[in-house]
C-alpha cells in the first residue's frame, strides 16, 4: 500500500562516503535533504581497508576539504596512525595516509550528520524512483512510502543486488552481512539506465590476540602529524598512534592458493563481476605474477575498541578451509584465529558515460549519482564524487550554474572526467599517473586551488574564505621578497654553501636563486636571511615549491592553457554528427551516443582520433559562421 510522506527538496539515497557528503553539501546549502540508509549503524562504514588517503587519495581528500567537505575533518579527529608517504619523491606524489578507529570515524560522521541543520536521517530501503516524463519527482521506499523531491542522488555503494561470496558460501547481503537492496535495480532500468556488475574483494580479520608480531617489521606512524583539513591546528594532534606491521607471503602461500584454484569462485566462473586491477585479491596475484616469490602483506588495526587486525594485501573469496590454511603459512600468522572471513561482494552499478560531468543523468532530469554506484572503487573516491553530485544537486535547484571542475584544477576533474568520458569496464580507482598536470595538482596546495571556488559555491566560511587570502598574500610576498634580496658573496654566506655541500657564491645573488640550488631550502637559509619575517609552515612550503620547482610549474601551466582552449571549444547541443562531412563513421556513432559537452572532451572519448577532432574544430568554425550569418548568434 504507498501513501504519500513529508516532501523535501534533494533525497539521498545511501549514506555511505558519497552519501554523506552529498547530503551534507545540500542540507549547508539551505536546501531540505533527507538521506536514506539500510543500516543507520553503518553510516560512513569503512567495509574494507582502515585507512583513509594515500597516494592520490590523499589528494582527494585534502580537495574535498578544500572545497568544504567533511571528510578530511573526520579523519582527523579518528586518525590511530598517520603518515606522509612519497616524502623521499617530489612534492606530486607526496600523500598523506592515516589509519581510522573504523568505529569512531563512522560515530563521528553520524553526528555530524545528525546535527545538521535541513537534514533529516531515515533507515529505509529505497526500491523505486518516480519521475515524470524522465523528469524525477520522488522515491518510494519498501514500505511503500512515497517522498516527493526535486532531485535525487543514488549513491547505493556496493549493496543493488549485492552476493558476498567466498568458496562455495554464498550469501544475498550487502558488506558485513547488512541487508542489501534488491529492487532499486529493476526500478532503475525501467528508466532506461544502463547497469553493470562489478566485483570488489576484501580480506579475513584476524584477533590481534593471536599474532606473532616478533615475526613482524613494525611500522610505525609519524613522529609530526599533518593534518588532512585545511582547518585542521596540527598540534591538536599529537596522541599516542597504534603501529601496523609488514610480513610476506611465501611459497608455501603460493603453493595452498595455486592447489585449490579450482575452488576459488572467481576462477570457476561463480563470480560474473569485474574486479578493480589495481586492487587484486591474493589468488589473482598469484597467478598474474608467477614470478614473484612473495607478496607484501600489511598487518593494520581496525581500531582501538577491537582486536580485530586487516590483513591488507590478502583479500580473497577461496573457501574457508583454504583461507586458515593460506594465512596460517604466513610468517607471525601461524596461529591465526580468523574474526570474519575474507569475501568478495558483487553488485550493480552504472555505467557512468551516462552522466553529464555535473553528475546529473543525460536522460533523466534532477537525477544525480556518486561512489561506488557509478563504478569507481575507494571511500576517497566515492566522498569526492558524493560532494560534486550534492553540490551540483543543489546548483540546479538554486538556478545556478553546475560547478565542473577539470583535469587542471584538480584530482576531482580528472576523476570525474575519466569517469564520464572514458570507458571503464572495471572498478575505477584513482592514481597520480592518471593526472597530466600532477605537479600543479599537489595535496599541498589544494586550498590555493579550490577554496575559492568552495567559498562561491557557499561550502566555505567568511573566516575562512579571509584566512586564505591572507596566505596567499604571504604567499605572494615572500616570494617577492627572495626574488628581490640580494645576497653578498660574503664569508658568512661562503660557510653556509660550504656546511650544505653546495658550490661557492662567485658573486652576489638572490635568496631565490640560492633557493632554487636542489641542496638548499627557504630553511637552510635561516642564518644568511636576517629580515625573514616569521610565517607558517603552510606558508613556507608553498614558498619553497613554487621556488624549486619554478621552471616545471611554469611548463605545466603553459601545457595547461592548451588543454583550456579545447575544454572551452564547446560543442552546440543541436549539432548532428552525422552532417559533418569526413568524419569517419565509428566517431559519428560515439559522439551521437556520447554528446561530449566540449572539443576537449570529444577528443579524449576511445574511437575518436585527432583527425576525427581536426574536422570537427573545421566543421564547428562553418558551424558558427553560418549562425552568426543567418543573425542567430
Ligand atoms: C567487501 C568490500 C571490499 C572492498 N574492497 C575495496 C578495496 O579493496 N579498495 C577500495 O578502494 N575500496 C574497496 N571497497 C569499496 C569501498 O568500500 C567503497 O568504495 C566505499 O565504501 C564506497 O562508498 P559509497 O558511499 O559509494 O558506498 P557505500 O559505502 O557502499 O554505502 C552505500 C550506502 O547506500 C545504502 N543503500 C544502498 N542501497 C540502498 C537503497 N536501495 N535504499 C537505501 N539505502 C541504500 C547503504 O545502506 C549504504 O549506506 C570494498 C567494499 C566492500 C564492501
Known sequence: MSYIYESYDVVVVGAGHAGCEAALACARLGLNTIIFTISMDSIAMMPCNPNIGGTSKGHLVREIDALGGEMGKNIDKTYIQSKMLNESKGPAVHSLRAQADKQEYSKSMRSIMENTQFLTLKQAE???????????????????????????????????????????????????????????????KSLGIEMYRFKTGTPARIDKRSIDFSKMEEQVGDEVVVPFSFTTDPSTLNKEQVSCWLTYTNEKTHEIIKANIHRSPLYGGEIKGTGPRYCPSIEDKVVKFADKERHQVFIEPEGNYTNEMYI???????????QYQMYRSVAGLENAKIVRNAYA????????????????????????????????????????????????????????????????????????????????????????????????????????????????????????????????????????????????????????LIKADSSPLNTGTTLADLIRRPELCYELLKEIDKDRPELPFDVIEQVNINIKYDGYIKRQLHQVEQFRKLENKRIPVELDYNSVPSLRIEAKQKLTKFQPVSIGQASRISGVSPADISVLLVYLTQFHASKVKEGEE
Open 126 to 188: 529505497i526500491v523505486e524512483i518516480i519521475a515524470d516524463h524522465n523528469k524525477i519527482t520522488g522515491v518510494k521506499t519498501f514500505s511503500g512510502a512515497i517522498y516527493p523531491c526535486r532531485a535525487v542522488i543514488l549513491c547505493t555503494g556496493t549493496y543493488l543486488n549485492a552476493r558476498c561470496i567466498y568458496g562455495e558460501t554464498i550469501n544475498k547481503t550487502g558488506p558485513n552481512g547488512l541487508q542489501a537492496a534488491i529492487h532499486l535495480t529493476d526500478s532503475l
Open 312 to 322: 591488507a594485501g590478502m583479500s580473497s573469496s577461496l573457501p574457508e578451509d583454504v
Open 345 to 496: 561482494i558483487e553488485y550493480d552499478c552504472i555505467n557512468p558515460m551516462q552522466l553529464k560531468p555535473s553528475l546529473e543523468f543525460k536522460m533523466v532530469d534532477g537525477l544525480f549519482s556518486g561512489g561506488q554506484f557509478n563504478g569507481s572503487s575507494g571511500y576517497e573516491e566515492a566522498a569526492a564524487q558524493g560532494l560534486m553530485a550534492g553540490i551540483n544537486a543543489a546548483m540546479k535547484l538554486l538556478g545556478k550554474e553546475p560547478i565542473v571542475l577539470d583535469r587542471s584544477e584538480a584530482y576531482i576533474g580528472v576523476l570525474i572526467d575519466d569517469l564520464v568520458t572514458k570507458e571503464t569496464h572495471e572498478p575505477y580507482r584513482m592514481m597520480t599517473s592518471r593526472a597530466e598536470y600532477r605537479l600543479l595538482l599537489r595535496q599541498d596546495n589544494a586550498d590555493l586551488r579550490l577554496t575559492k571556488i568552495g567559498y562561491k559555491i557557499g561550502l566555505i566560511s567568511e573566516i575562512r574564505y579571509q584566512s586564505l587570502l591572507s596566505k596567499e598574500y604571504k604567499i605572494e610576498q615572500e616570494m617577492k621578497r627572495l626574488q628581490n634580496t640580494l645576497i653578498g658573496a660574503n664569508k658568512e654566506v661562503q660557510e653556509l
